[in-house]
């Protein structure tokens, strides 16, 4: 396959394909919520929406491979910033057959950094779930995060590990 990797803004159109890729990490609970918070993003205002939240997709083929997106950090991650003005990286998925080295994950990464750059964001926060130790978190210390801390959900057992990136 020629991986010619395309980024763009999501839309209505994406919604079932990002789904598909949800799917191969997220269980149905996760892949309704996580969807449901990019379907609220498209139908608010463009100019003003909702935690000034943004989600892209990549392509290969033109078939949608990976989705990514960043917001206003949720309150519980402000301690983990060294910026005064910190984004979080709030998703980041790549279909399992297209990830590991082809370049899909950079590319999404890339173009949140520029597009929060452009809303004037200094620091990308990401926090990542102990599942994806293996599967994403070799990931952000490749590509310059900083391990910063853990966090401990009061209503979890599961720890998530906290980066962040000066952008
Ligand atoms: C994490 C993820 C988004 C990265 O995307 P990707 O398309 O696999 O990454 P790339 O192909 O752009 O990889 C870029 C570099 O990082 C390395 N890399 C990717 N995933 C890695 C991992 N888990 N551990 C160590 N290195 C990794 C690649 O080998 C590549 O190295 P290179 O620059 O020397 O070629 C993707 O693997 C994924 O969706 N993982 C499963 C879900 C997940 O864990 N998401 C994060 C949840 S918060």
New binding site residues.
């Given amino acids: 396959m020629n991986y010619k990797i395309k980024t763009r803004l999501v839309n209505k159109k994406d919604i079932n394909a990002v789904k598909i890729?949800l799917s191969?990490?997220l269980s149905k609970k996760e892949v309704i919520y996580y969807t449901q918070s990019i379907k609220d993003i498209i139908s608010t205002s463009l100019l003003k929406p909702k935690y000034d939240g943004h989600y892209y997709v990549?392509i290969a083929n033109q078939k949608i491979i990976?989705v990514?997106g960043f917001r206003m950090p949720l309150p519980k991650l402000l301690k983990f910033a060294s910026t005064k003005n910190p984004a979080e990286?709030c998703?980041?998925?790549?279909?399992?057959k297209?990830?590991?080295?082809?370049?899909?994950?950079?590319?999404?990464?890339n173009h949140v950094i520029n597009q929060a750059k452009k809303r004037k964001y200094k620091e990308l926060i990401?926090?990542?779930?102990k599942?994806?130790k293996?599967?994403?978190?070799?990931?952000?210390?490749?590509?310059g995060f900083n391990r910063v801390g853990e966090l401990l959900p009061p209503d979890s057992k599961t720890i998530s590990q906290v980066w962040s990136k000066k952008i």
């Fill in positions: 890729v191969d990490w990549a990976g990514a990286l998703m980041l998925y790549v279909a399992a297209h990830r590991g080295g082809k370049g899909v994950g950079t590319a999404l990464l990401v926090r990542s779930a599942k994806f293996k599967t994403g978190w070799g990931f952000y210390d490749h590509m």
